[in-house]
């Protein structure tokens, strides 16, 4: 059993910067590719990122390419997610996930789930 407890949500302005941070325990971090998705009421979840155990391959959503950056401490079973230029089409719950396959942008291959956290861009 993995859990996921993610932070870094909030209110900002378009243009603004986050960082997401999603904190891991209860088994070995490195052995898990880590991935965000995201989700408004009423819409499917949606990939955003993914990273591999190691960091050695990264996928972005073609939404976020050249804004957000996925990044990975397995010293620190964190992993992060770098938000920037955000725009109010990012608002969303914003969910981390653990895969203990190689990871992919399905939600159906991670097996694991935080609880969620809000963001919220304002025009």
């Known amino acids: 059993q993995v859990q996921l407890v993610e932070s870094g949500g909030g209110l900002v302005q378009a243009g603004d910067s986050l960082r997401l941070s999603c904190a891991a325990s209860?088994?070995?971090?490195?052995?898990?590719?880590m991935a965000w998705f995201r989700q408004v009421p009423g819409k499917e979840r949606e990939f955003v990122a993914a990273?591999?155990?190691?960091?050695?391959?990264?996928y972005y959503a073609d939404s976020v390419k050249g804004r957000f950056t996925i990044s990975r401490d397995n010293a620190k079973n964190t992993v992060y997610l770098q938000m920037n230029s955000l725009e109010p089409e990012d608002t969303a719950v914003y969910y981390c996930?653990?895969?203990?396959?190689?990871?992919?942008?399905?939600?159906?291959?991670?097996?694991?789930w935080g609880q969620g956290t809000q963001v919220t861009v304002s025009s």
């Open positions: 996930a653990a895969a203990t396959a190689y990871g992919s942008r399905s939600q159906y291959e991670y097996e694991y």
């Open positions: 990273i591999s155990r190691r960091g050695s391959y990264i």
């Open positions: 209860g088994r070995t971090f490195s052995n898990y590719a």
